[in-house]
């Protein structure tokens, strides 16, 4: 249970995209790194992928150091 705690803020993501305008959103923006794409079939898209700027990246409302250290 407490490794739950300490959950890395750069941690990478997972998404599935059905629409070619969410897929371009995710490559254009600079602040996003992709690691991998994978096209499942002809209109669905797993997208893997971190922020690359840390201000940027969603902080888990779990997350809690003072208590896992």
């Known amino acids: ?3 739950k705690l300490t959950d890395r803020k750069e941690r990478t993501m997972t ?3 059905t629409k070619p305008k969410n897929l371009y959103g995710y490559l254009s ?6 690691m991998n794409i994978v ?3 002809d209109d669905v898209v797993w997208i893997t ?3 690359s700027a840390e201000e940027d990246v969603p902080s888990l409302r779990h997350n809690n150091e003072v208590i896992a250290v």
């Open 39 to 41: 096209f499942s079939s």
């Open 49 to 51: 992928w971190k922020c």
């Open 15 to 17: 998404k599935i995209i």
């Open 29 to 34: 923006t600079p602040d996003i790194d992709v």
């Open 1 to 3: 249970m407490w490794w």
